[in-house]
Structures are given as C-alpha cells and as structure tokens.
C-alpha cells in the first residue's frame, strides 16, 4: 500500500511525497542525510503534519504531482481537516 504524505519545514512550507513506509520515510528526511530530499535539507525541524492511504504507485504518483500543483491554501487545508482529498479539485 503506497501513501501520500506531507511534510512542514521550519519555513512553514510543505513537502509532499509518497511511500510505502511513511515513518521509516519521514526519519530518513528527519535524519538529514544521503536519503533527504534535497528540498528538505536545512530546513528543519521537520514535522509530519499528512498522510493518506493511496493504493498502487502509479495513483500515489498521480496523486502525488496533482497535491503539487494545489496552491498551498489548499494543501493548508487538508493538513486542517477542512479537506479530504476527494473535496479538493485535483485536476
């Protein structure tokens, strides 16, 4: 089962990724080394803020660049609960 997840940076900005592991994934970030995404390193503290059950890779990947492209009030509001993923137009 692949996930979709999201990530704040000290910055208040938002990382998105997807995975099969989410805690094993997020303390590779955490951990600010060779497995980082570029995008996070020095930006921490880091702090796992969304996650959703996705299903196959290639609908995490999908979903993955759709939660991309939304503005961040969007993203805001699913890390709030205001929004599911199926609230949100993904289009």
Known sequence: MWHLYLIRCSDS???TGITTDVERRFNEHAG???LCAKY???KDPLALVFTAEVGT???ASQL???VKRLAKADKELLVGGQKTLADVDLR
């Open 13 to 15: 900005s938002l990382y």
């Open 32 to 34: 600010q080394g060779k």
């Open 40 to 42: 996070l390193r020095g």
């Open 57 to 59: 890779r290639s609908e």
């Open 64 to 66: 993955e660049t759709r």
